[in-house]
């Protein structure tokens, strides 16, 4: 007895589990059952799943009878006529949706030609077998599946245009690539899922070669006079918000500028971190702003207070509490003013940021290269070929042969004979244009039907001894940018609690000198350096010799004061790290008593 | 210099080591020997190390290192004839924690040399040592609920094999303290319960199929196995104790990987020693190398107060002397409290301690203090 769920529910016992399901497979097809349900039996498990839940990703495939496709000729000439449209193949019964469970039942064939009696169905094309982000990368049933993969990954982080009306949105983070293209290079994909409209990329001139070891290690060098033409630049925008709060009893946040002679106290920075306020406190849109700039002054009503001060209007000082930018340069893109569902005020500010390719951008092409940029290397120092063309970008050899992306090659000399023919190259996954066409194309053209071309070094101008495969590729810049990443910091903010220096790059935090990093200093031996490393939240307490704790100097009277041993204690400076102070402070907590006892080095 | 103006400046085992290889190479000439001399002394003077270098952090540091490397939970002899031990980091974490358990405890067993060829010798001796269980040498164990009792049926095929017979079977029942009546019939053998109560004829059950009937304790799996002139016997389990007093055995050979054992029958020099040889297996079948004075080190650290104690917090870290290194390891809550119970005084002679109140460490440049002399005016 085999049980039978519904939806994940048991509903009951069958006796012969594959007849059943067998009968709702064909009950589905004669549009007896609704085409959303699914079959899966499992054999280990002994259970049958019949599943019609919303939420399950299916995929539509020919059903196969008896070896035969049920789409036959007949049907086909009918679609090329218009007389059937997709709906009604799979009322016919020709095409129907599997889900992942009952394809794990299901015997697919990739061709046509492949069908044998086992089969019960065949893909609708066999480029199916990849996702619409998989399928974008050309030629690649040449590269390893994991490239594949890595390629599918990094296309979804590729700059484009993500959307039209990005002018009207209000997105965290999102950048507009200024000229995408079109690849050379496509799929059949792209005109399906209409990535031809919205493209991530553009095509580049790429010599696979070394340029003085700096595009090692998966770095690339960039064509600095390329960059200044335009390629591979974007924008970057970045919004702020602020809202006007209300408290309890008309303490309400305005936004204005905040003024130290009208009692706000506190300001977030120099007084030229103010300027490009207006009148209303709002800064003004095309506005430049550097690190630190104030976008929208806003003044608070204070944290804290004390009884009777509450009641006096005139007495109460005001906190500002501005937003300000982190540190970033960039122009003030759109200006937004409304209100939040409880009636606040509320200033929506967009910052643009150009961003043009620098040491340290990444950039992939379609097959899983992924690499960052090491060098700009200026149009006149790059390598050039004897027609004149500078390649836009030097990749490294040494990516190809252990990630075994032939399929980048491929694309390359496709490129080439694109770019060169004046049209695009077909690079659909198992019926793209042979690699023998193209380099026969290629030839014709008048290159080498390798792709290799001899080149020119660009500093000394002498022919370089070898032969150095060039071609165009589609390349594409990612979202992840240096700009966005690197952080130093000398001095800055630290923790209330500890004295410590902050955490992360948002909080201009240090960077840590770990357990680690510690030990390799001990055993070096290098006790004093280890001193200086960590004393961050260094102090010099006031130490009552007598009792061993610490205690505090009345500087009217230049004396010490001991709260237990009272005025006039023997009181000596001692260093020490503020997270101990907080330690010893911690254990008076836990009445513990963590006497000092002092005594001078010997 | 003359061979016996070192004697002062070199250890024992060294002056003594050199000593011997001159003889033995029989040189005679008084210059050769003195260079030798010289270049001894050199060699020992440069593998000195420095006072306040933190050979411990370096130690930790070299062990740590290529223990990132190892694979976890290995079992490369998978199926094979080998025995399964523990390897890689768990086998790592057993010998440095000093866990009192080990996972796989196993033993090497030499046979002295008349016999350690003998195979049938080898084949008798193996079977002997084996643990024998009486569920080991029954066919069935039923419960019969109708006449309240246990029916065991015995495999005489097994019981040739482990050569047991019937009476060693009845002797060892007797002798195990069971309470039931015994009866015998046949290849059957019935325990028969006293009370009528189902829960007991289930425990009587579980207590007759455990009735220890030869071996020794504790060997659950002998493997002989043909070693180049030799035959070694590998066991799963270990006792020490009880094999070595097996006259055929070579007592000086025969070894187990239990550390505790090691130390309880042969003394805390045998752990200690036990230990480094442990750690350097682990390493060495990992294809790791490091150097032995780390691991000596180590083994120093666990064993020098007389018992096998781990690094961690209830061992060598959990015995620091200082109040705020042991706080700052784990448990901070446990130490600071007996620290004031107790009235402890920190001496602030570690590294964990000066650190956290941010004062030079006593080790390495911090080792050392300039003192001024106090200069009297005339």
Not at chain 1, 319 to 335: H, T
Not at chain 1, 371 to 382: Q, R
Not at chain 1, 427 to 443: A, M, N, P
Not at chain 1, 575 to 600: G, R, T, V, W
């Amino acid at each position: 007895m085999t049980e039978v769920c519904f939806n994940g529910v048991i509903v009951g016992t069958v006796k012969n589990a594959e007849e059943f399901s067998n009968n709702l497979k064909k009950l589905r097809r004669n549009n007896q059952l609704t085409n959303k349900l699914n079959v899966h039996y499992d054999k280990k498990a002994d259970s049958l799943q019949v599943l019609t839940e919303a939420g399950r990703a299916r995929r539509p495939l020919i059903i196969v009878e008896n070896g035969k496709s049920k789409l036959n000729d007949e049907l086909i000439e009918k679609l090329k006529s218009r007389a059937l449209k997709w709906n009604d193949l799979v009322k016919l019964g020709v095409i129907e949706y599997l889900d992942a469970e009952e394809e794990e039942d299901s015997y697919i064939a990739l061709n046509e030609k492949d069908l044998n009696e086992k089969h019960t169905h065949l893909e609708i094309i066999n480029a199916g077998i990849l996702g619409s982000q998989a399928g974008l990368a050309p030629f690649s049933n040449h590269n390893s599946t994991g490239r594949v993969m890595l390629a599918a990954k990094m296309i979804t982080q590729g700059l484009g245009i993500y959307t039209t009306n990005f002018n009207l949105r209000i997105d965290s983070d999102v950048s507009i690539m200024h000229y995408p293209q079109k690849p050379v290079v496509d799929t059949m994909i792209y005109k399906n899922v209409k990535y031809d409209s919205h493209p991530i990329g553009q095509n580049v001139v790429i010599a696979i070669m070394t340029n003085e070891g700096y595009n090692m290690d998966d770095a690339i060098v960039l064509n600095k006079d390329s960059v200044g033409l335009g390629l591979f630049r974007s924008t970057f925008f970045k919004p702020y918000i602020c809202e006007e709060l209300r408290y309890s009893g008309e303490k309400d946040e305005i936004t204005r500028l905040p003024d130290p002679d009208k009692g706000v106290s506190r300001l977030r920075g120099m007084e030229e971190d103010y300027a490009k306020l207006e009148d209303d406190g709002i800064i003004y849109p095309e506005a430049k702003i550097h690190p630190n700039s104030v976008l929208v002054g806003k003044v608070s009503p204070p944290r804290f207070l004390m009884g009777t001060e509450e009641f006096r209007m005139e007495m109460r000082e005001k906190n500002d509490s501005s937003i300000a930018c982190e540190r970033e340069d960039g122009k003030v893109d759109s200006v937004i003013l409304t209100e939040t569902e409880d009636g606040n005020k509320f200033v929506n500010i967009r910052i643009r940021q150009a961003r043009i390719p620098e040491i340290g951008d990444k950039f992939a092409t379609r097959h899983g290269q992924k690499g960052v940029i090491g060098m700009l290397v200026p149009k006149k120092d790059m390598p050039f070929t004897s027609t004149g063309v500078y390649p836009d970008i030097i990749f490294s050899p040494h990516s190809i042969p252990s990630r075994m992306t032939v399929g980048q090659l491929i694309e390359i000399i496709g490129g080439k004979v694109g770019a060169l023919g004046g049209r695009n190259v077909d690079g659909t996954i198992f019926s793209s244009e042979s690699e023998k066409d193209l380099r026969t194309q290629l030839h014709e053209l008048g290159f080498r039907e390798n792709g290799s071309e001899t080149l020119y070094d660009g500093k000394t101008g002498r022919m370089l001894n070898v032969r150095i495969f060039i071609g165009n590729v589609y390349y594409m810049r990612l979202k992840y940018m240096v700009s966005n990443k690197y952080h130093m910091r000398t001095r800055g903010p630290v923790q209330l609690l500890t004295r410590q220096p902050t955490e992360g790059r948002s909080k201009d935090g240090g960077l840590r000198l770990g357990e680690m990093e510690k030990d390799v200093l001990v055993a070096h031996g290098a006790a004093l350096l280890l001193k200086e490393r960590f004393d961050s939240d260094k102090e010099i307490m006031p130490v009552c010799s007598k009792c061993g704790m610490i205690s505090y100097i009345n500087y009217y009277r230049n004396k010490g004061v001991c709260s237990i041993c009272g005025e006039d204690a023997p009181v000596t400076f001692i260093e020490m790290s503020y997270a101990f102070k907080l330690l010893l402070d911690e254990l008076k907590s836990l009445c513990i008593y963590p006497k000092l006892n002092i005594k001078y080095k010997d | 210099m003359k061979i016996e103006e070192s004697e002062k400046l070199l250890p024992k085992s060294v002056f003594d080591e050199m000593k011997a290889k001159i003889k033995e190479y029989k040189i005679s000439s008084d210059k050769t020997i003195s260079k030798i001399t010289e270049e001894t002394i050199k060699a020992y003077e440069k593998s000195l190390i420095c006072p306040a270098e933190s050979i411990g952090i370096i130690s930790a540091q070299s062990i740590g290192e290529p223990g990132t490397q190892m694979t976890l939970n290995t079992k490369h002899f998978a199926g094979v004839s080998e025995m399964n031990v523990t390897q890689g980091l768990p086998r790592i974490i057993e010998i440095f924690g000093a866990r009192k358990q080990s996972s796989t405890p196993s033993m090497k067993i030499y046979i002295k040399a008349p016999h350690n060829n003998n195979e049938k010798f080898i084949r008798q001796f193996s079977a002997n040592i084996l643990e024998t269980l009486l569920k080991d040498l029954s066919k069935e164990i039923n419960v019969d609920l109708i006449n309240f009792r246990v029916e065991i049926v015995l495999d005489l095929n097994e019981m040739r094999n482990m050569n047991v017979s019937m009476e060693k079977i009845l002797k060892q029942i007797s002798l195990s303290k069971i309470k039931a009546e015994i009866k015998e019939e046949g290849d059957k053998i019935y325990f028969v319960s006293k009370n009528n109560e189902v829960n007991d004829l289930f425990k009587l059950k579980v207590q007759a199929s455990e009735i220890f009937i030869s071996g020794i304790k504790n060997i659950t799996q002998v493997l002989p196995q043909k070693k180049i002139s030799e035959f070694v016997i590998l066991t799963a389990g270990s006792n020490l104790k009880k094999i070595l007093i097996i006259p055929e055995v070579d007592i000086q050979r025969t070894i187990t990987n239990d550390i505790f054992e090691i130390s309880n029958v042969l003394g805390i020099e045998a752990a200690r020693t036990a230990i480094i040889e442990e750690g350097m297996n682990v390493f060495n079948e990992q294809g790791l190398s490091i150097d032995v004075r780390h691991l000596m080190l180590m083994a120093d650290v666990m064993t020098h107060d007389g018992i096998v104690k781990g690094i961690g917090r209830y061992g060598v870290s959990g015995q620091k002397s200082s109040v705020l290194a042991r706080a700052s390891f784990e448990v901070a809550l446990k130490h600071l409290f007996s620290a004031a119970v107790h009235n402890e005084v920190d001496e602030l002679k570690g590294v964990v301690e000066n650190i956290m109140i941010n004062q030079p460490i006593p080790v390495g440049t911090g080792a050392y203090k300039l003192k001024l002399k106090e200069v009297k005016k005339k």
